[in-house]
């Protein structure tokens, strides 16, 4: 008796050698994030994807095993934070609380997040609501965890535990701490967005995708993050794959944008383009005017120094008009492109091209488009009298 408890306790039913057990927790982890990023995120949370009910109520029964967490509460937190990105009211910036704050403790301020009650109700809108949900999912959160410990424990004995909290610590970590911090921290960006938003890697294959964070907040409801010829979403694959077999319809993808040919005044496609792809032209701003004008400048004065600013950190600061710096940041800029017309002149036309972005009226906006145009052609910057004569070129492509 006493045998048969200690070997049970060793091995487990499963009497698993190293590569099943690895094997295990491979495939149940990765389960998780296919809950998260295909289920919660990409179709609850934006609408991108609808899955058949019943690959839906998978997702949704192993999110509930494996994580715990509730759908309403995951989407009203994601919608929070895409809604007032990087301000006091993102439930987890770390502009805001510190990168060492998310990364650590993201778990912490997504349990705090999820206890306002007013912004579960105001942002989880349309999240399921059947009797499962009641009466399981949300009634017994920690019922799903507890029974997936108890799975692992049968399974694997006394060794079950140690997967198990490999399992619950995966989103955390991933997720909360990886993406959420990191992802606005560190990493390149295709999008000049109003946020801080990175991609991690080009290859969004451990993550299911949700390395392409820069691509993802240009395009929240788009259902493919990849937007690069060099960039994977492994995410989009299971997509896709699901969609061949009728049991996913793709709602949404971010469109592409297009340059035609001979325009020679911005017209209302140009000017929809542009604010279909205002993250894209804030980014070819910076690579073909601001970059290169600096870069000039620097030449010109023989210098790799703005007083107080190296030429990097100028040129990141001019990408977005400094917003991102402190008050003695902002000083610096100021002074450092104060004496230098060329470089204020590129800072002044951002903040024009930004400002008559938010214009309400599209035909003041187009009005200001095409002034905007007209002057930069004419500026004497040839950088920037080149991208504006693209610029014009927008328009939103054609969907295949
Ligand atoms: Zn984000
Ligand atoms: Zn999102």
């Known amino acids: 008796?006493?045998?048969?408890?200690?070997?049970?306790?060793?091995?487990?039913l499963a009497n698993a050698g190293w590569l099943t057990i690895a094997l295990y927790l491979l495939i149940t982890t990765q389960l998780t994030i296919f809950a998260v990023t295909l289920y919660l995120h990409r179709s609850q949370a934006h609408?991108?994807?609808?899955?058949?009910?019943?690959?839906?109520?998978?997702?949704?029964?192993?999110?509930?095993?494996?994580?715990?967490?509730v759908t309403k509460e995951w989407v009203a937190v994601h919608?929070?934070?895409?809604?007032?990105?990087?301000?006091?009211?993102?439930?987890?910036?770390p502009q805001v609380e510190g990168i060492g704050k998310v990364f650590f403790e993201g778990a912490e301020l997504y349990r705090v997040a999820t206890a306002n009650e007013a912004d579960m109700e105001k942002y989880g809108r349309g999240t399921p609501d059947d009797w499962?949900?009641?009466?399981?999912?949300?009634?017994?959160?920690?019922l799903g965890v507890s029974l997936l410990a108890v799975i692992?424990?049968?399974?694997?004995?006394?060794?079950?535990?140690?997967?198990?909290?490999?399992q619950m610590a995966w989103i955390p970590f991933w997720a909360a701490g990886f993406v959420n911090g990191i992802g606005h921290w560190w990493g390149y960006r295709n999008f000049e967005t109003a946020d801080t938003a990175t991609n991690l890697t080009?290859?969004?294959?451990?993550?299911?995708?949700?390395?392409?964070?820069?691509?993802?907040?240009?395009?929240?409801?788009?259902?493919?993050?990849?937007?690069?010829?060099f960039e994977v979403d492994l995410g989009w694959v299971v997509i896709r794959g699901l969609e061949k077999l009728h049991l996913a319809k793709v709602l949404r993808v971010a469109p592409t944008l297009d340059v035609r040919p001979n325009v020679s005044?911005?017209?209302?496609?140009?000017?929809?383009?542009?604010?279909?792809?205002?993250?894209?032209?804030?980014?070819?701003?910076?690579?073909?005017?601001?970059?290169?004008?600096?870069?000039?400048?620097?030449?010109?004065?023989?210098?790799?120094?703005f007083g107080a600013m190296t030429r990097r950190r100028l040129r990141r600061a001019l990408a977005?008009?400094?917003?991102?710096?402190?008050?003695?940041?902002?000083?610096r800029m100021t002074a450092a492109i104060e004496n230098r017309p060329r470089l204020q002149q590129i800072n002044e036309y951002r903040a024009r091209l930004a400002a008559l972005m938010e214009q309400r009226r599209p035909e003041s906006a187009l009005a200001a488009l095409q002034q905007w145009c007209r002057e930069a052609e004419a500026s004497g910057n040839r950088k920037l009298a080149e991208f504006a004569a693209r610029l014009k070129r927008y328009s939103v492509a054609a969907h295949a």
């Open 265 to 305: 005044l911005p017209d209302m496609l140009t000017l929809k383009a542009l604010l279909t792809h205002r993250f894209e032209a804030m980014t070819d701003y910076y690579k073909n005017v601001i970059k290169p004008t600096v870069r000039e400048q620097s030449d010109a004065e023989r210098t790799r120094r």
């Open 47 to 69: 609408r991108g994807v609808d899955f058949h009910p019943v690959v839906a109520h998978v997702f949704r029964f192993w999110s509930w095993l494996g994580t715990g967490m």
């Open 202 to 229: 080009p290859w969004g294959v451990w993550i299911g995708g949700e390395e392409l964070h820069n691509n993802h907040h240009a395009f929240p409801s788009s259902a493919k993050f990849a937007l690069r010829k």
């Open 1 to 12: 008796m006493l045998d048969t408890l200690l070997n049970f306790a060793a091995h487990g």
């Open 152 to 166: 692992d424990l049968a399974l694997f004995g006394v060794l079950g535990g140690a997967i198990w909290a490999v």
């Open 132 to 142: 499962m949900e009641r009466h399981v999912y949300s009634a017994h959160p920690i």
């Open 320 to 331: 977005n008009g400094g917003r991102w710096l402190d008050k003695n940041g902002k000083a």
């Open 79 to 93: 919608r929070k934070h895409h809604a007032h990105c990087e301000t006091e009211q993102d439930p987890h910036s």
